[in-house]
């Protein structure tokens, strides 16, 4: 079993004062991607723009029967054209307010298409004979409405409501997107093997667990647990052995109030926690023990989050805790973690079961 001894620590860093600066969340990479994308999309349009000032285009592309498709391939070239613009847009934005997980870049990257496809539908159907027939005819735009427009009306509405459904789905996905990507779907945590706890909504934290001390090479098992509070005693998570292991819990902490936080590790061996990059606790040699590093913290910011722990032999235990504002201790809870960067508020549902008993709380990020 493992012995804690003060005198071994390797740094004088624990439990010293510590305010977190949040990290600009100025992304400089993707900053430069979207400039040079902006930058190809200027010449990009400005062929676009040379190919409608010639004499006769706006006047093909506009009449009844597409100008033998002069009027479709100059729309196509100009949709075309817009691409590098809409995807600079999108850089931009996720340089200087952050890029969101996965699915919600996947998403928003959907969305774009989404929406270009369905305003070329939409410009293609208005100089195709059917939809500009039938709703010049009805509104007097270059021509009078006939008797026998109306047998245009169905196949006209149905083509024009299939094109408008792009840019109405399309902004859906790129502005607020499904649940599911802006929230990921339930998980099973890894090392807390008494009680199986599922995590909807993307609480919790990413967990790594490596058969060495120091987390070398690939990691073994790998998952979402809700929080850091597990008591192993003599034995170790499933999948590694009782002895020299590691473990890395890593993702982001949004606190719900503002002030001075106490953050509190109890480990048995050694531990290391950081927040926003920053080195708060460093305790990494064999030992039982409580470190303690205090905070400034925001609510509604996003702190990227990362503790680290090892078992070399003995006992095993890893359990973080904190202070909050108001006085409570408690273990730092799966509502106030979330395992991918989230971009919306989101509402978690924590199901445990012990004992053969079911225990259901619904939490949400910013309450």
């Given at each position: ?7 071994s620590?390797p ?107 369905g ?33 245009l ?16 789905w ?136 990362r503790?680290?722990y ?51 709380d ?5 309450d």
């Amino acid at each position: 079993m493992s012995t804690y001894s003060k005198d071994s620590k390797p740094s004088g860093g624990t439990g010293e004062y510590v305010k977190v600066s949040k990290a600009a969340k100025f992304d400089s990479g993707l900053f430069v991607a979207a400039c040079i994308t902006m930058f190809i999309g200027v010449f990009w349009m400005l062929f676009a723009l040379t190919v409608w000032g010639i004499p006769w285009m706006w006047e093909q592309a506009l009449s009844s029967y597409a100008g033998w498709g002069w009027g479709e391939l100059a729309i196509l070239l100009t949709g075309i054209a817009l691409y590098p613009w809409c995807y600079s847009t999108l850089l931009f934005t996720w340089a200087f307010w952050g890029k969101p997980n996965e699915a919600r870049a996947a998403e928003q990257i959907g969305g774009i298409h989404l929406t270009h496809i369905g305003l070329l539908l939409f410009w293609l159907c208005f100089v195709g004979s059917t939809c500009f027939t039938w709703w010049g005819g009805m509104f007097g735009i270059g021509m009078e409405p006939e008797g026998w427009y109306w047998a245009l009306f169905i196949p006209a509405l149905m083509l024009t409501a299939l094109a408008l459904q792009g840019p109405f789905w399309g902004l859906f996905l790129i502005f607020h997107g499904t649940e599911g990507a802006r929230n990921h779907s339930t998980s099973e945590a890894v090392t807390q093997p008494e009680t199986v706890v599922q995590i909807n909504c993307g609480g919790g934290l990413v967990s790594e667990i490596w058969d060495n001390k120091d987390l070398s090479g690939d990691p073994k098992v790998s998952g979402v647990d809700p929080n850091i509070d597990t008591n192993w005693g003599g034995g170790g998570p499933s999948g590694v052995g009782s002895d020299q292991f590691s473990i890395r819990w890593s993702g982001f902490l949004l606190p719900r109030e503002t002030g001075s936080y106490t953050l509190e590790t109890s480990n048995d061996d050694g531990v290391r926690l950081w927040l926003d990059g920053q080195l708060l606790i460093d305790e990494w040699y064999d030992q039982v023990g409580k470190h303690q590093a205090t905070a400034e913290l925001e609510a509604g910011e996003i702190y990227e989050f990362r503790m680290e722990y090892y078992e070399n032999g003995g006992q095993a235990k890893a359990k973080l805790r904190w202070k909050k504002p108001d006085g409570t201790f408690e273990i730092v809870p799966c509502s106030v973690f979330s395992p991918t960067k989230p971009d919306t508020p989101s509402t978690v549902v924590l199901q445990a079961v012990k004992s053969g008993e079911v225990f259901t709380d619904r939490l949400n990020w910013w309450d």
